[in-house]
């Protein structure tokens, strides 16, 4: 009773693809797509050419983040070519996980690959996740070896954040898989209820549970333009994922309270008896010191407490997750 509950909320949520009857296909492609026009032709016939080996019907679905050039130009154009082409157009710029939710309600196939439209994930590997798929594999991600034409930067907080996450996390998402990878339907229609609007999709995907296997492959460079994810939105990601899956930095108030009230113990001490036995006066710099660090540790922990209050904030003013401007379909 009550999936269908969150069934109903859904469908109330989701604006209505076509009026055409649905007509489905096995494999739905989904590319999140911001601002890669120079990327976009070379992605479609790399795609076409790995899709059409297969001996399955596809689509391949672009969505438009707010691309402020060409991109939604070429798309349009490879729509009118090409029936299997379509594209969902936001109104403006939602992100990169957003997109990727967008693409999964739309989506039409029995199986959905997502896939970024900048060519670092090849599109040859796709055979290969289909492969485990027939196998009975209900998520197959698409995990790197190795990453071409990343900065060092880039590389070693990569590191750090999957490492962390692994920490302070009660689910077990993979080291080094990006959102890479093919969900079988029954996972994407999972994944289509939950609305949550900081959304971290290769964590939700492992949440969901269901055959999860992995494949090899090697990380590309970007075929052109730069990176999407500046440092800014890098934080911003990595905090979402953290307070979609862990109270532990919460926690760490209490620990590091408990810390503190068990040092001033000893402080308490040490100043009882310098007093009795030398009579020195803890001074003014220790008292300063103190009053100093306590504040700022307070204020990191309101800090903290911010973080999950903004997003408790944004998930109860439940927005739609996108705004959708046109749709090729
Ligand atoms: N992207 C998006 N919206 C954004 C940022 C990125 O749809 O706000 C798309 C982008 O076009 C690309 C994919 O998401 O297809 C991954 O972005 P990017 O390659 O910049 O990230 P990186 O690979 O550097 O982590
Ligand atoms: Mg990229």
Same mark, same amino acid.
């Given at each position: 009773m009550e999936g269908q509950q969150a069934k109903i909320s859904l469908l109330e949520q989701k604006p209505v693809r076509s009026a055409l009857p649905e007509e489905s296909v096995t494999y739905s492609i989904v590319? @999140?797509?911001?601002?890669?026009?120079?990327? !976009? @032709?070379?992605?479609?016939?790399?795609?076409?050419a790995v899709m059409e080996s297969q001996a399955e019907s596809f689509e391949l679905l672009f969505v438009n983040d707010g691309s402020r050039d060409g991109s939604f130009r070429i798309m349009q154009e490879l729509h009118r070519q090409d029936p299997r082409v379509h594209a969902i157009n936001f109104s403006r710029n939602f992100g990169h996980q957003i997109a990727i939710?967008?693409? !999964?309600?739309?989506?039409r196939g029995q199986v959905v690959i997502i896939l970024d439209a900048d060519l670092q994930d090849p599109p040859e590997v796709i055979p290969g996740l289909i492969e485990r798929w027939k196998k009975g594999a209900e998520v197959v991600y698409a995990q790197r070896t190795k990453r071409e034409g990343e900065t060092l930067f880039k590389l070693l907080t990569a590191a750090a954040f999957y490492r962390l996450i692994e920490r302070i996390t009660s689910i077990d998402i993979p080291c080094d898989t990006g959102d890479f990878r093919l969900l079988d339907r029954r996972v994407v229609d999972v994944l289509i209820l939950m609305r949550e609007q900081h959304r971290f999709m290769r964590g939700l995907s492992v949440?969901?549970?269901?055959?999860q296997e992995a494949v090899l492959y090697e990380r590309h460079e970007r075929f052109a333009g730069s990176t999407k994810y500046p440092l800014s939105k890098m934080i911003r990601f990595s905090l979402d994922a953290i307070t979609s899956f862990s109270h532990v930095p919460l926690q760490l108030a209490t620990s590091s309270g408990l810390l503190l009230a068990g040092l001033s !113990?000893?402080?308490?001490g040490i100043a009882v008896i310098l007093r009795l036995f030398t009579g020195a006066i803890v001074g003014q710099a220790s008292t300063l010191i103190l009053v100093l660090f306590l504040g700022g540790i307070q204020l990191i922990f309101l800090g903290i407490i911010g973080e999950y209050l903004g997003r408790i904030y944004d998930e109860v003013r439940a927005r739609p997750l996108y705004i959708i401007h046109d749709v090729l379909d």
């Open positions: 590319a @999140p797509v911001f601002n890669e026009e120079e990327t !976009l @032709p070379h992605f479609y016939k790399r795609v076409i939710s967008a693409g !999964l309600d739309y989506a949440w969901a549970g269901f055959r !113990l000893i402080g308490i």
